[in-house]
């Protein structure tokens, strides 16, 4: 039986990267390629502000080609819809008949994947939808997921949450009203470890810089340390 492919709206955090595993989990649907805006005049992926880099590693982690969006910046509403519909146009071309969202509960957002989608031919797929948050990011943290914090709202979170790990200690420490899997924009992560790669993407923290009213943690590829040779 052919199984249905699919390509992830692919963010480089932990929401996209579960929503990943999740379908992977489910059956029934193959994950083809992941699917990312990547601002051209700086390589880093749109928002999140992660290296192209550390995307290309991702991808390769995952096991799956990275379809990207080239963005102007700054880069209109217009401009975003027309590129990423000339992707999906090609997407559709290849057969891929559906494309997964790791949205939790804005329903705003999610209207508008559905729009933008609608007489395509490729159906959205929300397998997080509606799940608790607080109960969610647990399951994230326990099932093996590793992330980091590239980028603060300071509205919302405090300057010193940029660049810090996404585990137990940090939900712990994020202030009332502040969302556990930051779904209102009070964070951004980049996923470097957990089951839906099949190695974990070495990174090391740089500088964190204050841009456009959020701050930034900047990732860097770390090398991994070989193991010494045992002593004569």
């Given at each position: ?12 955090g ?33 928002m ?5 880099v ?34 999906l ?56 997921l ?70 930034f ?16």
């Amino acid at each position: 039986m052919t199984r249905s492919k699919a390509l992830v709206s692919w963010s480089s955090g932990k929401d996209s990267a579960w929503a990943l595993h999740a379908v992977r989990a489910q059956g029934g649907i193959e994950v083809v390629g992941i699917l990312t805006t990547v601002t051209a005049e700086f390589s880093r992926v749109a928002m999140h502000a992660v290296r192209e880099v550390l995307l290309d590693a991702q991808a390769t982690a995952l096991g799956v080609p990275c379809k990207k969006v080239r963005l102007p910046w700054p880069c209109s509403n217009e401009v975003y819809e027309r590129e990423m519909s000339e992707v999906l146009q090609s997407a559709k071309a290849d057969g891929v008949t559906h494309v997964v969202f790791g949205d939790l509960f804005l329903q705003d957002i999610r209207a508008y994947r559905e729009a933008k989608l609608a007489g395509t031919g490729i159906s959205p797929l929300f397998p997080l939808w509606q799940r608790d948050t607080r109960a969610l990011a647990r399951e994230m943290i326990d099932g093996g997921l590793r992330a980091t914090l590239t980028c603060v709202d300071p509205k919302k979170l405090g300057r010193g949450f940029a660049g810090r790990s996404f585990d137990r200690a940090l939900l712990g420490d994020l202030p009332g009203g502040v969302d556990p899997c930051g779904e209102n924009g009070e964070f951004h992560t980049f996923a470097s470890a957990g089951p839906m790669f099949e190695a974990p993407i070495p990174v090391v923290a740089g500088a964190v810089v204050e841009r456009d009213g959020f701050v930034f943690a900047d990732l860097l590829p770390s090398a991994v340390r070989q193991p010494s040779s045992p002593s004569a």
